[in-house]
């Protein structure tokens, strides 16, 4: 079963508009969430963080945001930017460093 | 301070062989969990180690193994390679397992099984 879903397996939008990106969950002992960028044949690299504990998070042009009675995560971009286009990764976790991704969702920003 | 670091980059296999990568962790970092990707089953964990002990363990077949050494690193073995196995292999550290430790990934092997 999938525990962790990205509804929207693509995104596109104009350069200097904000990007969002949207994942759901159904495990409720995930306990720490975590975003992730990642280029074609390339290890992903780490955006942004949440913890269940908090709604909102920000880091610069990243905001993420959590809902937790929905089960429900987002990853604001503001403002997009070329350098934006990527697949970006909702993970989560709860006891121990296993990781449980989304599907990805495939982002291209339009200059 | 540099990243995670694997080796090869990528790789060639014909099927029924094996294969070892390797993953040095960041310094400091003592937790060291691999993941595998393909199109068709996106991202999934593998295992996980720390203190030389495998803490976790993904839904895989035996012939998918690893261990850790006292200086941190991380080697995974595929035995009897098929097909399915090309896949790109990612090596991820944190200081310490669990809790809310940030996983950092490294660059991945690409295996490609002929």
């Known amino acids: 079963d999938q525990q962790v879903k990205q509804n929207s397996p693509s995104l596109s939008v104009q350069e200097g508009r904000i990007s969002i990106l949207n994942c759901d969950y159904t495990n409720s002992m995930f306990d720490y969430f975590l975003w992730y960028k990642k280029y074609p044949a390339e290890g992903p690299t780490f955006l942004i963080s949440i913890s269940s504990i908090k709604d909102k998070n920000e880091d610069g042009r990243f905001t993420v945001f959590l809902n937790k009675s929905a089960k429900h995560l987002s990853l604001h971009i503001v403002p997009s930017q070329p350098g934006d286009s990527a697949v970006y990764f909702c993970a989560a976790k709860a006891a121990g460093n296993k990781l449980t991704f989304g599907g990805g969702t495939r982002v291209l920003v339009k200059p | 301070k540099a990243g995670v670091t694997q080796t090869p980059r990528y790789l060639i296999k014909t099927r029924g062989q094996q294969v070892t990568l390797s993953c040095s962790p960041i310094?400091?970092?003592?937790?060291v969990s691999w993941y595998q990707q393909t199109p068709g089953q996106g991202l999934q964990f593998l295992f996980e180690?720390?203190?030389?002990?495998?803490?976790n363990k993904g839904n895989f077949p035996g012939r998918f193994s690893g261990r850790q050494f006292s200086n941190s690193r991380s080697e995974m073995n595929v035995s009897t390679l098929e097909l399915g196995d090309s896949a790109l292999y990612l090596c991820?550290?944190?200081?310490?397992?669990?809790?809310?430790?940030?996983?950092?990934f490294g660059p991945g092997t690409r295996l490609l099984v002929l």
């Open positions: 180690y720390f203190s030389e002990t495998q803490r």
């Open positions: 310094s400091g970092h003592r937790s």
């Open positions: 991820a550290s944190s200081f310490i397992p669990g809790g809310q430790e940030t996983q950092y």
